[in-house]
């Protein structure tokens, strides 16, 4: 447990960042799950829309510090390709 009013001030803040950083990523994971549905269902132009819906979402993230940038990255190319692939 913390002991200095400053120790304490942080631990209140880490809290509350917590929060706004665990919201961040829930709506990042539900912009993701909308472009794998996509995918899964093979409809080519929803999951295009999906993508470009999910590829700020992605890159916020990022300047938010929620994810790293090459994750970002990772995701959004691995994303596109499988995109890509659809007929």
Excluded: C, H, W
Excluded at 28 to 50: C, H, M, P, Q, Y
Excluded at 51 to 65: D, H, I, W
């Amino acid at each position: 447990m913390a002991n200095t009013p400053q120790s304490k001030k942080r631990a209140r803040q880490n809290e509350r960042k917590l929060e706004v950083n665990k919201a961040r990523r829930s709506r990042i994971r539900t912009f993701l799950k909308k472009v794998e549905e996509a995918i899964s269902s093979g409809d080519k132009n929803a999951a295009n829309t999906a993508l470009k819906s999910a590829q700020p979402e992605l890159m916020r993230g990022v300047t938010k510090g929620v994810y790293k940038k090459n994750t970002a990255a990772r995701k959004m190319s691995r994303l596109s390709s499988r995109v890509k692939s659809l007929t």
